[in-house]
């Protein structure tokens, strides 16, 4: 587990994928800035024992209470110099500052376990709230892909952030690395 100050993210487990089935199955947990998602068990067990070589947590406040959700994983597959992340949290628990504090903690262990020389992640241009999450965490924006997603039955840009090892600041927020 990393412990922050307000919140932990603990990693999720196999055990877990009945609440990760119910909030990947919810367009409210998603928000209108992320695509709908509907699957099935075994899809979610399928991609679980899958290549998938990045980190999956739970975003739990200090009671336990599971709030949201923040993962990391390779840009391309066998290539661990280039991370992308994303996050999202339970409607009632955003703008609180879980999701900047979880963003801040998961780059922070990245660049300090890992081979790690860039993270991106990639926002919706309405999603003003996310662009001041990553914007806090020291990512930089750097462009707009144009037609990069489908929500919602529209075409939709999106914005890339990302912040280099170089330019990192480390946060201090990280208890149990120092």
């Known amino acids: 587990m990393l412990e922050g100050k307000n919140i932990n993210l603990r990693l999720v487990e196999k ?14 947990f998603w928000g209108e800035y992320n695509p709908l998602r509907q699957v ?20 739990e406040k200090k009671d336990g209470t599971k709030v949201g959700f923040i993962g990391g994983g ?13 996050y999202t949290l339970l409607p009632a628990e955003r703008r609180k500052g879980y999701g900047t504090e979880a ?12 081979d790690v020389g860039r993270i991106s992640a990639f926002v919706d241009p ?13 990512f930089v924006k750097e462009g707009t892909m144009r037609r990069a997603g489908f929500l919602r039955g529209k075409w939709s840009d999106f914005l890339m952030f990302g ?3 170089e330019e990192w600041k480390p946060t201090g927020l990280l208890k149990n690395l120092g």
């Open 103 to 114: 963003v801040a903690l998961l780059v922070d262990f990245l660049f300090l376990s890992a």
């Open 163 to 165: 912040i280099i090892k």
């Open 126 to 138: 309405r999603n003003i709230p996310s662009q001041r999450v990553l914007e806090k965490a020291g």
């Open 40 to 59: 099935t068990k075994a899809e979610v067990e399928k991609e679980w024992d899958g290549p998938y070589k990045g980190k999956r947590f739970f975003i």
């Open 15 to 28: 055990e877990d994928i009945a609440l990760w089935m119910q909030w990947a199955n919810s367009p409210e």
């Open 74 to 86: 390779e840009m391309w597959p066998g290539e661990s110099h280039h991370l992308v992340m994303g």
